[in-house]
């Protein structure tokens, strides 16, 4: 069974731009939940989805949006990117009540 | 915001030394996991031990839990140094994979 894959790997954006990531869930996962992690910090919880439908929230801004597809892929928009928003982006899916299963991660830099 | 307070924050070993990292929490609890974080990528699921468990093994790792006082420590036994990470426990609130994580311990081991 494949893991947890995001992309892309790293990418560069400008202040105010907008950039989408992407998560391909963990063979018959059905949850995916999306965390920043800044740096030196411990990972922070963006939202979750389950079933194509957002299952919670932490406490970030409306610009931070989220997607889940049929096949259990998500994506994480962020609009307005600002300076603060830099950080490992990082996916994790999980079926029931069993851990998430974390994949690699998205480095964003916003100059 | 973080869930709570991990200590120490550093910690440098020799190899076949033992590490013991502590976590210490605000809210009731499902469950509390552990992570480890090599060279801020992905999170490796270490262990789970539930609000009514008091200790659990799992090969060189041992978790304690202590609800009374919200604390929860992880030992690492005979470190080598491919231990070397950062690790991270993480609180479950309702049992919905929704964690909240600390801010970590960086542990190095010396060859």
């Known amino acids: 069974e494949t893991g947890v894959t995001q992309s892309p790997t790293h990418l560069i954006k400008t202040r105010g731009q907008q950039v989408t990531l992407r998560c391909s869930s963990q063979?018959?996962?059905?949850?995916v939940s999306w965390y920043q992690q800044a740096l030196g910090q411990g990972p922070q919880f963006i939202f979750q989805?389950?079933?194509?439908?957002?299952?919670g929230r932490g406490n970030f801004p409306p610009r931070f949006s989220g997607l889940q597809f049929p096949n259990y892929s998500s994506e994480l928009n962020v609009n307005a990117l600002e300076l603060d928003d830099s950080a490992l982006y990082l996916c994790?899916?999980?079926?029931?009540?069993?851990?998430?299963?974390f994949g690699p991660g998205t480095r964003l830099t916003v100059t | 915001s973080q869930q709570g307070e991990e200590d120490p924050q550093a910690l440098s070993i020799q190899e076949g030394e033992n590490a013991t990292m502590n976590c210490s929490y605000k809210?009731?609890?499902?469950?509390l996991q552990w992570y480890r974080q090599n060279s801020g990528r992905g999170l490796v699921h270490l262990i789970l031990?539930?609000?009514?468990?008091r200790e659990k093994h799992s090969g060189r790792l041992r978790v304690t839990l202590d609800t009374s006082k919200k604390s929860s420590s992880l030992l690492i036994t005979a470190s080598r140094a491919a231990d070397t990470a950062s690790y991270f426990c993480?609180?479950?609130?309702?049992?919905?994979?929704?964690?909240?994580f600390g801010q970590g311990t960086t542990l190095q081991v010396k060859p």
């Open positions: 994790a899916s999980s079926l029931g009540t069993a851990p998430p299963v």
């Open positions: 063979s018959g996962h059905n949850t």
């Open positions: 989805y389950y079933r194509e439908e957002e299952n």
């Open positions: 809210t009731s609890i499902n469950n």
């Open positions: 031990i539930r609000s009514n468990e």
């Open positions: 993480a609180t479950d609130f309702q049992n919905t994979g929704k964690l909240i």
